[in-house]
């Protein structure tokens, strides 16, 4: 060992270069990529030797072009094929040829089984084949491209410019021998998911006198599994009926316990063990009409569309407004919303621009001569009245919970100024909605903690659902005692956190509370896929339809 610094060990002489510093220590500079280390054990500089890109590209050039290898810096020693030469450098000499480069594989970089790009054009091994196969299924089956396109000048000109090497499989044996290994695949994975538990998902679409309905089952993996999808007359559109057979066709055809529904329409379980939702949003969406002033959304529509016109919009920035877009599918919220942002440069247009006299009228017209006032305080009081129903919209987008939302359907039940909704609203609030607002530790019941008839129900919904451990349990948490008296439980507001951090104690109980509140709230919107654009035979034609759904809603 020389005085100053680490021993000389072997790795000195594999390409490092040894300087010494100023305060006595010593730094190791790596010969191919230049890179300096100020620790210089045996074991770091022997990874950095095993993993330096820049002793991969010297090698790789080497075997490339059976000649000589050069460095990338300019500064560097040209080096000969047969000896790599490596310059090993000690305290007291400045350079010196050294023995060849180590002949040791490295042991994280394994060149030696890795397939040239140029190979990979060229041509392709069985495995890359049927991985490419698959993925031109995939993304004819999920944008619904007829088959028959893989023959298409168009189709083949994009594969000789990606892989050049690859030839497609023809139309028939794509829908045939592919398409069934794909829906095998699928059928293994619904397997793997049977004997657990699972919600069912029912959308439709209306489009003329037709219902097209299709039905999903949330599994326990959270992921979406298609069960059916068919097409009903509206006046043949019984919910209750298609539900019961979905449950069923579930345990049949998936092995899956079907323990909540969630609907577009109004739908009420009349099996108890099954929980019945409806989409908060299409829920929202229907009393929108309840509670619009149909005379008042006429006139602010007609306002938005005079003004649509460029100049018009132009002229609304000038004096302070906004521009904006209206189309047929603009909400009422949206176009109150615009109106009373605009409605003060609009007055200030008038004086500028030729405006209809209607256009005029609605702007400065009152029955009571207060001109200025009416029209905007209208406009006001219809967005004050709708913005609950806007927020709960905006709940549903924002990954709330079943006990926010029933917070806030039980507070328009109880204003009177939603009367004219309290019905809808009361059937929309099924059992499981008073319970999520019950176990949410922020609200706790307060709502209807008064209300004797409805805590009548709640408490005989949960001595038939839950156990006497868990109604103990829930009596604790009512009641803030035993664990629940917790000051880190008490300042915990969030449902989920709140109820698992009470798993390891009350098991049964945090997997009642989470089941509810993981529960979905909305219903996933599908475009219905009723067009068989390759003529495949029915049941080939259910299995395209499966790996359709599964492609686009997993995705």
Request: glycine share 2%.
């Amino acid at each position: 060992m020389k005085p100053g610094g680490r021993p000389l060990h072997e790795i000195w002489t594999q390409g490092f270069k040894r300087t010494s510093k100023c305060d006595g220590k010593f730094t190791a500079t790596c010969q191919y990529c230049f890179k300096e280390f100020s620790n210089t054990s045996s074991e770091r500089l022997i990874n950095h030797r095993a993993n330096c890109q820049a002793i991969d590209t010297l090698a790789s050039s080497s075997s490339d072009n059976n000649n000589k290898i050069t460095s990338t810096n300019p500064n560097s020693t040209i080096i000969t094929e047969d000896s790599v030469s490596i310059l090993s450098y000690d305290s007291d000499a400045s350079g010196a040829s050294s023995p060849s480069i180590s002949s040791r594989p490295s042991k994280k970089r394994k060149l030696s089984n890795l397939r040239s790009l140029n190979q990979y054009f060229l041509s392709l091994t069985d495995s890359d084949k049927k991985k490419i196969d698959r993925a031109v299924l995939n993304f004819f089956v999920s944008c619904n491209i007829p088959f028959k396109k893989l023959e298409s000048k168009n189709f083949s000109e994009l594969v000789k410019v990606m892989c050049p090497a690859y030839k497609p499989l023809s139309p028939t044996e794509i829908a045939t021998e592919c398409l069934n290994k794909a829906y095998d695949q699928l059928d293994e994975s619904r397997f793997l998911l049977s004997a657990s538990e699972g919600i069912l998902m029912i959308s439709n679409t209306t489009q003329e006198d037709d219902i097209h309905i299709i039905i999903h089952i949330i599994c326990s993996n959270k992921k979406l599994l298609f069960l059916d999808q068919f097409i009903r007359k509206k006046n043949e559109y019984e919910l209750s009926s298609i539900v019961d057979q979905a449950i069923f066709d579930a345990q049949i055809k998936t092995k899956i316990k079907i323990y909540a529904v969630i609907t577009e329409d109004e739908y009420k379980s009349l099996d108890d063990d099954v929980w019945s939702l409806r989409c908060c949003k299409s829920f929202a969406a229907s009393i929108d009409h309840d509670l619009i002033d149909s005379c008042l959304e006429s006139k602010a529509k007609y306002l938005l569309n005079e003004f649509s016109h460029p100049n018009l919009q132009q002229s609304l920035e000038k004096n302070g407004g906004t521009t904006f877009t209206i189309t047929k599918k603009s909400l009422p919220w949206e176009i109150f919303s615009l109106c009373s942002i605009n409605l003060k440069a609009m007055r200030k247009v008038i004086s500028d621009q030729k405006l209809s006299r209607d256009t005029i009228n609605i702007l400065i017209d009152d029955d009571d001569d207060r001109s200025e006032i009416s029209f905007e305080k209208k406009i006001k009081e219809q967005l004050c009245i709708l913005e609950p129903i806007c927020s709960l919209k905006n709940k549903c987008s924002e990954g709330s919970n079943l006990g926010e939302i029933s917070e806030s359907l039980l507070k328009l039940v109880r204003d009177p100024k939603y009367s004219s909704i309290s019905l809808k609203t009361e059937k929309m609030l099924t059992p499981i909605f008073y319970i999520a607002n019950l176990l949410h530790p922020k609200y706790r019941g307060r709502q209807f903690d008064k209300d004797n008839e409805c805590l009548m129900r709640v408490n005989q919904y949960l001595l038939d659902k839950i156990s006497v451990e868990d109604l103990n349990v829930l009596a604790n948490y009512r009641e803030s005692s035993g664990i629940f008296n917790s000051a880190a439980l008490k300042e915990q507001t969030d449902p989920v956190s709140f109820w698992s951090a009470v798993s390891l104690v009350h098991p049964s109980m945090t997997s009642f509370a989470l089941k509810i509140f993981e529960l979905p709230l909305t219903v996933c919107q599908f475009e219905p896929l009723v067009s068989n654009v390759n003529n495949l035979p029915p049941q080939r034609f259910k299995k395209y339809v499966e790996l359709y759904y599964y492609l686009n809603v997993n995705n």
